[in-house]
């Protein structure tokens, strides 16, 4: 898929006006998603929403589900960019959980995991403990 200038100035036409994104993806013969990633990508103003036809907007006030409680929440949605990503213990067991310690801007682990995972020891899979090891 070519986005030629001129492709790119109808898109925008089509975008200010307000046209949907799901029309603007027919007129340009791509995919709604294309049309999204592109608006991103071109920095175009983000736009809220919109309410299907035939479905009632949500009162002010109105109820809403009760959140899922903690307890149930995936540990994967308590990592951050700034949070160690270091595992600990068995995925598939309860109690898994990830380190959680703060890390340097960039980085995956905190500095103890850091240097856990680039130590090179090169002991892991080894039995270091049977004879003539050594």
């Not at 592109?38 to 002010?60: C, D, H, I, M």
């Not at 109105?62 to 308590?78: N, V």
């Not at 380190?99 to 002991?123: I, K, M, P, Q, V």
């Amino acid at each position: 898929m070519d986005w030629s200038a001129d492709r790119i100035e109808t898109f925008r036409k089509l975008w200010d006006d307000g046209m949907a994104t799901r029309a603007i993806a027919a007129a340009l013969g791509v995919t709604k998603n294309a049309v999204v990633g592109k608006a991103y990508r071109l920095g175009f103003e983000r736009r809220r929403p919109s309410v299907r036809p035939g479905s009632a907007p949500r009162p002010v006030g109105a109820e809403r589900r009760p959140a899922t409680p903690a307890k149930s929440q995936h540990p994967i949605l308590s990592l951050t960019p700034d949070t160690c990503h270091w595992p600990i213990g068995d995925p598939k067991l309860q109690g898994f959980r990830f380190c959680l310690g703060a890390t340097e801007r960039g980085r995956s682990y905190c500095a103890t995991h850091a240097a856990r995972s680039s130590r090179g020891s090169g002991r892991i899979g080894r039995n270091d403990d049977r004879p003539g090891a050594g």
